[in-house]
Every structure is written in C-alpha cells, then in structure tokens.
Nanobody, 124 residues
C-alpha cells in the first residue's frame, strides 16, 4: 500500500520559515518523480516544485529563491524548506509521486500518489 504523509505545516508570521516533510511508504521514493503542490481557497492548484530521480529540480516563479525541495532516499522522505514566507503562500500543501524517470517528471501533472495535505498559514 503506497502512502504519502505530509507534516510540518502550521502558522507563521510573514518572513518566517517552515519545513514540510512528506514521508513515503510502500515503495522506494528514490525511483519516483516527486512534486509539491499547493491549493489556496479560490485559486487553482499550483505545482510549485519538482525533484526527479536524478536529483534535478525545478521551481515555479512564485517560489524560486525562497523554497527548496530535497529528498532523503535512505529515509524515503521528501522535504520542502520554505523561507521568506508571505501571506500569499497560505495554502494547503500536498506532495505527489509518480514513477516517471524521464521528462514526464516535469511535463505531466497526473501524479499517481498524493498525500492528504498539510496547511500552511502565513500572517502579515
């Protein structure tokens, strides 16, 4: 049974930092393409960052330079380090995984596995 469980969300003031964690089980996460998405009320779901099976990464313009994605393959865990947070970063954050080892990792959005989400609230 594949499972993704996010944690680390919470409330923080603008300018603060949070680190989100996505614990994977039921498969070897190092062989999977993984991304973080977020969904704010009244807004479309946004794909904010991706890490491929080779360790390559990409970021949405909205978070580039402030957020960092990483993975610990030994722990089967994905991280999202968020810094310089603004109220516009308030959203439910989700991790997602799929068995893509090629360019599909950056082009496709129909991920196979999703976590339940963790809420991030940034106050001004």
């Amino acid at each position: 049974q594949v499972q993704l469980v996010e944690s680390g969300g919470g409330s923080v003031q603008a300018g603060g930092s949070l680190r989100l964690t996505c614990a994977a089980s039921g498969y070897t996460s190092s062989s999977f393409c993984m991304s973080w998405f977020r969904k704010a009320p009244g807004k479309a779901r946004e794909r904010i960052t991706t890490i491929d099976t080779y360790g390559g990464t990409s970021y949405a313009d909205s978070v580039r330079g402030r957020f960092a994605i990483s993975r610990d393959n030994a722990k089967n865990t994905l991280y999202l380090q968020m810094s310089s947070l603004t109220p516009e970063d308030t959203a439910m954050y989700y991790c997602a995984a799929a068995g893509w080892s090629d360019y599909s990792c950056y082009r496709r959005t129909d991920f196979t596995y999703w976590g339940q989400g963790t809420q991030v609230t940034v106050s001004s």
